[in-house]
Nanobody, 123 residues
Framework: QVQLVESGGGLVQTGGSLRLSCAASGRTFRVNAMGWFRQAPGREREFAAAINWLGSITHYADSVKGRFTISRDNAKNTVYLQMNSLKSEDTAVYYC????????????????WGQGTQVTVFS
């Protein structure tokens, strides 16, 4: 099995920044592409960002493009999400996700999920 543990969530003022981290453990050889999804109160979980195994290709939802940056350190089995210029609508539980496949394509379903970390943006 693969375990994903997120950290870095919290409270931040509008316009501020946060960096989320997600560490993979267990059968990490099965982990290739990784990503972040989020779920706001009363809404369905949605895709935010993804990165391929090499870290050379990234995907972003339109709502976060230009503000969020996904990156990874394969030596540490860790993926990051740098979130800048945060808005109140970014308030959500952020979930780390991992895929068996090397790259991410639209609407791919993750093979593994983290437990989520809360991000709250206040004005």
């Amino acid at each position: 099995q693969v375990q994903l543990v997120e950290s870095g969530g919290g409270l931040v003022q509008t316009g501020g920044s946060l960096r989320l981290s997600c560490a993979a453990s267990g059968r990490t050889f099965r982990v290739n592409a990784m990503g972040w999804f989020r779920q706001a109160p009363g809404r369905e979980r949605e895709f935010a960002a993804a990165i391929n195994w090499l870290g050379s290709i990234t995907h972003y939802a339109d709502s976060v493009k230009g503000r969020f940056t996904i990156s990874r350190d394969n030596a540490k089995n860790t993926v990051y999400l740098q979130m800048n210029s945060l808005k109140s609508e970014d308030t959500a539980v952020y979930y780390c996700a991992a895929f068996n496949k090397l790259g991410y394509s639209d609407n791919d379903d993750p093979d593994y999920w983290g437990q989520g970390t809360q991000v709250t943006v206040f004005s």
